[in-house]
């Protein structure tokens, strides 16, 4: 394996001295310098483009639970497969139905000593997270969420119960929001 010539890394290296490992000359900053305001009172909402992530995704698996019926019903002989499936494609088509609605009612608002997320249309579930015990935030996204551009934010606490899962942020405000919570977390275990 050869790897591609090497190309001079501007930095404030003496001119005299040849550079032969592939590292980098600096720490590159995050890309979300800004921290959140706390205690404003203000519920972020979802992007929209979480609505269209998860009509997507339910609109490929109506096709995927069609494509097996009809393949339950031609090739296995099947012909009662079309019950359970037409079943399953109804739920989803109810669920696709209500996605906007429930998006609307995903929301965080950081207040001056805890996290306040709430979720769900019928069963309403409001999640109180105080910095203090936060162990971890993480980004995930998968490939239709990257195609989009939102991600997914996890907080994780010594409690199962509380932790707290914000899908649909948009990439920026994932990063914003984590450096945020991080920064106060910190602030907040050391007593600060």
Partial sequence: MTLPPETPIPDSAPEDTERTDPTFSRVLEPRSPNRLPLGDDTWHQL?????????????????????????????????????????????????????????RAYGYQLREDDLVFRKGIL???????????????????GPLDRGFGIAQLKLVTAAAATGVVIPGLPQAAAETLRDTLIAVAESRRTGL
């Fill in 47 to 103: 992007a929209r483009q979480y609505v269209w992530v998860q009509l997507i995704s339910s609109g490929v698996l109506i096709v995927l639970v069609a494509v097996a019926a009809v393949v339950l019903a031609v090739f296995a002989g099947f012909a009662l497969s079309w019950i359970p499936a037409g079943i399953v494609i109804v739920l989803i088509g109810i669920t696709m139905a209500i996605t906007p609605r429930q998006a």
């Fill in 123 to 141: 069963w309403q579930r409001v999640v109180a997270v105080p910095y203090g015990r936060m162990q971890l935030v993480d980004i995930t996204h």
